[in-house]
């Protein structure tokens, strides 16, 4: 017997009892954005691998160890996208949409890391991103704060909390970094191994270590609030007071640092202590040089990127109501006569109701085994069609969710009344 095949380490299959929450929060998200105004982009899996070497960083995790890459049939060097900025930067200013424009995009799909694979965090991973271009000051910041705190609520999580900093700018951030570069090569011997690797290639990553021995040191650390230039630090102020305004809750982390070398001034993470180490569902901040540095325009730019696999996970843990998608009604139908009446029946009822989830018995069965598949599909009611009924020009109404209720009768005739009544529904 031939070998199985089975997927790929990593990454994981989303089988039908997971893609209702996957459609619920994917549903939720579409419509928050659009009601922001922001616009879907889509851009290709597949880039040029330099098209990350120049966005993300060459001494980055991400370039250095993680992407998956190949040299094509032509020879060319070709990368699966491991984040979606650089995508949808190449996108904008390839298509002219950034000069002298602003922009508020979004977009949603699977990226690849070539990461050891542990709980909140695959080979292949999904995630949902906004991007602002052209919008200069803190409330676009604050917008995108306030989006996602929405967000959380309209989701039902709680206990998630916003932390936030400054970067500042890639000047201040260079005198900074010398700062670093002393501090931490007087404490050489007591830093782990990543960190002594870190000190000459991107020093401020390791402020963020969870090394046991080097945290301590990292927590000691020179602050870049004390390095910052003057442009940021109001930038910073405003964004707090806007925040403030709207009453949304955040902690100042001056050790805050993302991981992207395109990162400047903002900075900011949603974190939950219910799914261990991989506690931020969503970060982001601004990247004011990144559209110049990718060889168009100088035109600041704010987003955010969340993992749909964590969010998920986290509204499991807490269990955050999804919009289940189990039919409204199950048809069950009994004798040759109710199967072709109910077939009929079934395409009027969708045309008169487009709002209802029915599902038609196929494939025979008798009545016991059909309400037993009714019962499994979750539906709330079973309509039952059988040649008595046909004959009396009626079909059974038997609610499932609740044991004691009783069934009820309803004339074919008044059906599409008695469905949108029951039910809740409109026609239309």
Known sequence: MAKTIQSIRGMHDILPEQSTAWQSLE???????????YREVRTPILEVTELFKRAVGEVTDIVEKEMYTFADRNGDSLSLR???????????????????????????????????????????FHQVGVETFGIQGPDIDAELIALSARL?????LKQVRLE???????????????????????????????????LQTNPMRILDTKHPLTRPIADAAPS??????????????QLCSMLEAMGIEYLINPRLVRGLDYYTR???????????????????????????????????????????ERLL??????????????????????????????????????????????????????????????????ASYALILGEHELAAGEIGFKPMQNAEAKQLSFKLTELNQQLATQLQITNH
């Open 152 to 156: 959380w609520q309209e989701l039902g």
């Open 82 to 124: 491991p984040e979606g900025t650089a995508s949808c930067v190449r996108a904008g200013i390839e298509h002219g949409l950034f000069y002298n424009q602003q922009q508020r995009l979004w977009y949603t799909g699977p990226m690849f890391r070539h990461e050891r694979p542990q709980k909140g965090r695959y080979r292949q």
């Open 164 to 198: 936030i900093n400054s970067l500042g700018t890639p000047a201040s951030r260079a005198v900074y970094r010398d700062k670093l570069i002393e501090y931490f090569s007087a404490h050489f011997d007591q830093l782990d191994e990543e960190a002594k690797q870190r």
């Open 266 to 308: 903002t900075v900011f993470e949603w974190i939950t202590e219910e799914l261990g180490a991989q506690g931020t569902i969503c970060a982001g901040g601004r990247y004011d040089g990144l559209v110049k540095q990718m060889g168009g325009h100088d035109t600041p730019a704010c987003g955010f990127a969340m993992g749909m």
């Open 27 to 37: 549903s939720t998200v579409r419509q928050l954005l659009s009601r922001y105004s």
């Open 224 to 237: 870049l609030h004390d390095y910052l230039d003057p442009e940021s630090k109001q930038h910073f102020a």
């Open 313 to 378: 996970e986290l509204m499991q843990v807490q269990d955050s109501a999804l919009n289940a998608t189990r039919p409204d009604i199950y048809l069950v139908l009994a004798g040759e006569s109710a199967i072709q009446q109910g077939m009929v029946l079934a395409e009027q009822l969708r045309t008169a109701l487009p709002k209802l989830k029915l599902q038609i018995n196929t494939g025979g069965g008798s009545l016991k085994t059909q309400m037993k598949r009714a019962d499994k599909s979750g």
